[in-house]
């Protein structure tokens, strides 16, 4: 007598997948790392943001340093809207030109070629000089940075994400020599 019973469940397969509180775990745990990580991921993108630009703009200083050297001739970095010619109105954020100043005049004309050209930043980023670098940097062939009256010419440049609570933001500072360098700052606001 054969008193072994049949299993039903043998030679069934079980179907591969997750079960609903399975997938309702998992759900829930990527949910908080979500939570949890996004600010973070998003205030690393806007200082990401801030370095890219600043060092766009540093490299158009440094640029028009070493052209100013190499011709023996004035050189400007100015804010320009449509890579053209230069603004008089606005922030530096509209775009730049670097251009060979052969007049000596701050401004570029038809005939002054222009070395370098930088669209437009972001809208979401302000980027204002103080009065002596609101407008232009002009680099004499010692290197050196003089505004277009012969007055020396020194000042910060500050690019921040536009805010009433202020934020990190970035600097970049010419001394009288001409040199600029960066640094980190804070802005009470941003406008």
Sequence with gaps: MNTH???PLRGRRHAPGFTLV???AVLAVASILLGAGLPAFT???RSVKLTTATNDLFSGFLL???EA???NSRAVVCKSMDGVSCSATGGWEQGWIVFHDANNNGLRDGSEEVISRMQAL???LRLSGNLNVAKYISYLPSGETKLVSGAFQAGT????????RGGEARNIV???SGRPRVQKAWVAQCA
């Design 69 to 71: 050297v190499k011709r």
């Design 22 to 24: 399975e997938l309702m």
């Design 5 to 7: 019973q049949p299993n």
């Design 43 to 45: 205030g690393m993108i």
């Design 122 to 124: 972001p809208k979401d």
């Design 174 to 176: 010419i001394n009288a």
């Design 157 to 164: 440049i500050t690019l921040c994400h536009p805010s009433l």
């Design 64 to 66: 028009a340093r070493s």
